[in-house]
C-alpha cells in the first residue's frame, strides 16, 4: 500500500468497521488506533495528560476536543505509525475532522476515508439480536447464527443472555446519534473526493476485499 496514509474507518454501530479495522492491521501491519483505547490506556499514565484524563473519566464526563485532538496527534506521533495507520472513532464531528485535518497536514499524509454502508434494518438485527453465553462466552445472533436450542449455548449448555446495550432502544439511538454527528462528516469528505463507500451487507471476507482494493490503489 502507499505508506503515511491515514485510513478513517466510519460506519454504524454494528456495521463492522472495528472487525474490518483489525483485519486490515493485520494485513497490511499498520495499526489500528482506537480513541477509546487510548484514553483508557492513557488514564493510567502518571502524567499531567494521563492524571486530567484518569480525572475526567472518574467524573464521568466527556473528553474535550482540545484533549483528544492531543491524544491523537501524540498516539500518531508513535514510531509504529511511520507508515500510516488506522482511526477507528475518530473523528466523529466536524471540529474533529477539521482538527484531523491539522494532523495530517502536520505529518504530511493524505486522508483516505471508508464508508461501511448497512442497512438500518440489518444493523438492528446484527445488534438486537446479539446473544452472549453466560458461562464461556460464545456469541450468538437470534437472527443471522441462531443457536440450536433456544436460550442455550451450542458449545456449554449455558444460558444465553442479551446485553442491556443490546436492546432495541439503546440501539435505536446509538445508530440515531451516529447520524445526526456522522452525516455531516460523510457529506464533507465526500465532497473532497476523499470518502470510498463500502456495501457492509455482504460477506466479511468480500467487504474485506473490497477495502484492501481500496487501501492499496
Given amino acids: 500500500m502507499s505508506k503515511g496514509k491515514i485510513l478513517v474507518m466510519v460506519g454504524?454501530?454494528?456495521a463492522g468497521k472495528g472487525t474490518q479495522a483489525k483485519r486490515l492491521e493485520k494485513e497490511f501491519g499498520i495499526p489500528q488506533i482506537s480513541t477509546g483505547d487510548i484514553l483508557r490506556a492513557m488514564a493510567k499514565e502518571d502524567s499531567p495528560l494521563g492524571r486530567q484524563l484518569h480525572e475526567i473519566q472518574s467524573?464521568?464526563?466527556?473528553?474535550s476536543d482540545e484533549i483528544l485532538f492531543e491524544v491523537v496527534r501524540k498516539r500518531t506521533a508513535e514510531p509504529d505509525?511511520?507508515?500510516g495507520y488506522i482511526l477507528d472513532g475518530y473523528p466523529r464531528t466536524l471540529a474533529q475532522a477539521e482538527q484531523l485535518d491539522r494532523i495530517a497536514e502536520e505529518q504530511g499524509r493524505k486522508?483516505?476515508?471508508l464508508s461501511i454502508e448497512v442497512s438500518d434494518e440489518l444493523?438492528?438485527?446484527?445488534l438486537t439480536g446479539r446473544r452472549i453465553c453466560c458461562n464461556c462466552g460464545a456469541i450468538f445472533n437470534v437472527y443471522l447464527s441462531p443457536p440450536v436450542a433456544d436460550g442455550v449455548c451450542d458449545f456449554c449448555g449455558g444460558s444465553l443472555v442479551q446485553r442491556d446495550d443490546d436492546k432495541v432502544e439503546v440501539i435505536e439511538r446509538r445508530i440515531q446519534e451516529y447520524y445526526e454527528n456522522t452525516a455531516p462528516l460523510i457529506s464533507r469528505y465526500?465532497?473532497?473526493g476523499l470518502l470510498y463507500r463500502i456495501d457492509g451487507s455482504k460477506d466479511p471476507a468480500a467487504v474485506f476485499e473490497e477495502l484492501s482494493k481500496y487501501v492499496t490503489a
Fill in 12 to 14: 454504524a454501530p454494528g
Fill in 123 to 126: 444493523l438492528l438485527q446484527r
Fill in 81 to 83: 505509525c511511520v507508515g
Fill in 190 to 192: 465526500s465532497e473532497a
Fill in 111 to 113: 486522508l483516505l476515508v
Fill in 59 to 63: 467524573a464521568g464526563k466527556l473528553v
